[in-house]
């Protein structure tokens, strides 16, 4: 099973990974600016979400092998990757195992150690929806308020929805295997995972994702990374400031 992505543009091969419950429908505009720069970019879908298949088994291990099998399928030899939270985790596994094949790595607000599972509102809420009562997408939205009071969040997750059948919305993404396995996402980065090349960390001034007292550890992971900073943002940082951030990472991938 090959993972569903967006190729637009010509050039190096840059590779976009989602985060948790996204889908690279998030990086459309973004994905746009990057190409107009001379890459080939690849706005992908990762299982279980988006317009990619399900599966019962869901890992950082057996998604880097989805990205190994995809870059196989479509004969990319030489990557840059840039991923967001969990995107981002995966882009830091993929580029210490396969260090040959990804010449460039962008992480964006996440970090190599572990985070305690902190999206169980958001998946009480989601999974709270009964979808056999056919509701239509903003009382959907009314529900996911009790459960989720921030508007963003919700409009980020709406997007999730499309019509199953003519009156019958689902979610694209796997919700019952995504609540199953959600310990996974928060997983630590392998301590003899090792990445020798140019790395850029983006982080977020409000976001609490990656500390100050976390850069001792992320540099015995990527000893060349270098980190930025976008004030006044939070976690969706890409989102949330994009003229900055295009400009911060266009500037790495061309250096």
């Known amino acids: 099973m090959l993972l569903y992505s967006k190729i637009e543009g010509q050039g190096k091969p840059l590779l976009i990974l989602h985060g948790f419950l996204g889908m690279s429908d998030n990086w459309k505009t973004l994905g746009t600016q990057y190409a107009a720069l001379g890459f080939e970019v690849h706005l992908i879908d990762l299982r279980n979400h988006g317009r990619s ?55 964006a607000d996440i970090g190599p150690k572990y985070y305690p599972q902190h999206h169980h509102e958001i998946l009480t809420g989601l999974n709270a929806i009964d979808f056999s009562t056919q509701p239509q997408r903003n009382e959907v939205d009314t529900q996911l308020q009790e459960y989720i009071p921030d508007f963003g969040t919700r409009q980020f997750l ?14 694209r993404f796997n919700l019952p295997v995504l609540t199953q396995e959600i310990e996974q996402v928060g997983t630590a980065l392998p301590e003899s995972a090792h990445y020798d090349l140019p790395t850029l960390f983006v982080r977020g001034g409000n976001s609490k994702y990656i500390l100050d007292t976390d850069w001792e550890l992320i540099l015995t992971h990527f ?8 004030p006044n943002v939070g976690h969706w940082l890409h989102a949330e400031n994009p003229t900055l951030f295009f400009s911060i990472t266009s500037q790495f991938l061309n250096s």
């Open 158 to 171: 709406l997007k999730n929805l499309y019509w199953q059948t003519p009156g019958q919305l689902a979610f």
């Open 53 to 107: 298949f399900h599966d019962a088994a869901f890992s950082y291990a057996v998604m880097v092998q989805d990205v190994l099998k995809y870059c196989t399928h479509y004969g990319l030899q030489t990557i840059s990757v840039m991923g967001h939270s969990m995107g981002g985790k995966l882009a830091m596994l993929l580029a210490t195992q396969y260090p040959n094949l990804v010449a460039q790595l962008v992480v």
């Open 223 to 230: 000893p060349l990374a270098k980190v930025e900073t976008i």
